[in-house]
Structure formats: C-alpha cells, structure tokens
C-alpha cells in the first residue's frame, strides 16, 4: 500500500494547514468559474471553512461557464470580525457587487483589520472601488490595468504580487501561484 510517508521526495512535502480557519468568499452572476471554485477547494483541502456569501442567501448563481453556485448566507449579513481572510474571485460579477455598500464595507473592514485579502483577474474592481488599493502593488487582467493604475495601485505585470495583506493574480493559468501565496499568507495568520 503506498502512503504519502513512503512517496519518493515525501520529505519535502509541506502542506499547509488552516484548520480553525474561516475565510469568506463572494459569489455573484457571472462570477469567474475557476477563480471561486480552485481556490474555494484548495481551502477546504487545508482544511478551512469557506463561507460563499451573495447578494441573497440560498441563491443559486451562474458562472461565466454556467457552473452554479450557492450562495451560503447574504453579503449584508457578514461581520468582518467572523473571518480570517477574504477571497474576491472575477469575471463579470466584481462590476456589480462592487455597487454594493455592504461588499465595499467589507472589504474596507478586512483591509483596516490587515487580514489577507485575495482578488484575481475582475475581482479587482472591488478593492478599487472600495478605496483600498492605493499605494499597493498588484497585479490584475490586463483589461482593468487603467482600473489599477487610476486608483493608485502600482501595476505589475506578475503572476501573482503579494503586498502586505493583499494577494493578487491576473487570470486563471495563473491560479496555483495566486492559492499558494493566498494559503501560505492566511497560515501566517497574516
């Protein structure tokens, strides 16, 4: 029987474990398919309670590839001070929620907190409009670089820029560097 102890290189295999972890996600229609659901598997893998919270709880809502996803409780119900980070996935859905004061207090609660705070692709445009971006250095899709850089941000073109407590990537390829930094921050307990 092969386990993971007796694997070839076992030795250098550090998983990382968020157990006793709570992480908050948004999901909204047209949310980015694999940005919500890789990085949503990979937490709970570690071992984290992901909460999906959307404009209405029990919600069903599409992905840009039409995968659905329920949302677990409503943006309006959710206290900063419940989680231990917050995962902001893209596509389409970031340019309607972020419309929504709830959403924008969040995200402002969680950057004055210092709590790691993960957008990727779209998902920028939360941070944007919440005003928590100057100064930072990211990075995002190409097609919200004007976005980043007029609300202060300093633009990289990377696969993932972490910058204190934000962790950014520009696109779905660019996923396992984007959940590596994003779980080894919340491990920190950064």
Not at 16 to 32: C, H
Not at 167 to 182: G, I, K, T
């Amino acid at each position: 029987m092969t386990t993971l102890s007796n694997l070839p290189n076992s030795a250098h295999v550090s998983p990382v474990t968020l157990s006793n972890k709570r992480i908050l996600a948004f999901v909204g229609d047209i949310y980015e398919d694999l940005e919500l659901w890789y990085p949503k598997l990979r937490l709970i893998e570690a071992g984290a309670e992901v909460v999906v919270a959307g404009p209405a709880a029990g919600q069903t809502y599409s992905g840009k590839l039409g995968y659905p996803c329920i949302s677990d409780t409503a943006i309006a119900d959710m206290r900063e001070s419940d989680f231990d980070a917050l995962l902001v996935p893209g596509g389409f859905m970031p340019d309607k929620l972020r419309r929504d004061p709830d959403v924008l207090r969040l995200v402002r609660e969680f950057d004055a907190s210092q709590k790691p705070i993960a957008a990727i692709c779209h998902g920028g445009w939360i941070p944007i409009s919440a005003g928590v971006y100057r100064g930072v250095r990211v990075t995002g899709s190409p097609g919200i670089k004007d976005d980043l850089v007029n609300a202060g941000a300093i633009f990289e073109d990377a696969a993932v820029v972490v910058d204190r407590h934000h962790v950014s990537s520009r696109r779905p390829d660019d996923l396992p560097d984007f959940c590596r930094q994003f779980l080894a921050l919340i491990a920190a307990g950064r």
